[in-house]
């Protein structure tokens, strides 16, 4: 098993910058591929962006390309989500998510999931 803990949710105005967090710990983080979905209120949860075990993949929903980037440091047990020019419908509930599809880049099969921390976008 993986504990997830995200950080770094915020209130910011539209076209300002966050990073998230997501601090893992249990099993051997790099047995996961990690992923970031979210959900915005009164809608379903959707992928955001995923990236492999290595660091060497990634995939990134078509809303949030070119503006935001995941990452992750395995020395650290943690991948981030730099988001970018952010735009009030990226307002949403933000969750870290591990899948043991550990080689690939997975926009669902997620197997152990965060809290979650809230993104707000002002306009």
């Known amino acids: 098993q993986v504990q997830l803990v995200e950080s770094g949710g915020g ?3 539209a076209g300002g ?3 998230l967090s997501c601090a893992a710990s249990g099993r051997t983080f790099t047995s996961y591929a990690m992923g970031w979905l979210r959900q915005a209120p ?3 949860r959707e992928f955001v962006a995923s990236i492999n075990w290595s660091g060497g993949s990634t995939d990134y929903a078509d809303s949030v390309k070119g503006r ?3 990452s992750r440091d395995n ?3 943690t991948v981030y989500l730099q988001m ?3 735009k009030p419908e990226d ?3 933000y969750y870290c998510a591990a899948s043991a599809y550990r080689s690939a880049t997975p926009r ?3 197997h152990y999931w965060g809290q979650g921390t809230q993104v707000t976008v002002s306009s």
């Open 11 to 13: 209130l910011v105005q």
């Open 17 to 19: 910058s966050l990073r």
């Open 42 to 44: 009164g809608k379903e």
């Open 68 to 70: 935001f980037t995941i």
């Open 75 to 77: 020395a650290k047990n």
């Open 84 to 86: 970018n020019s952010l």
């Open 91 to 93: 307002t949403a509930v």
């Open 108 to 110: 669902e099969m997620y």
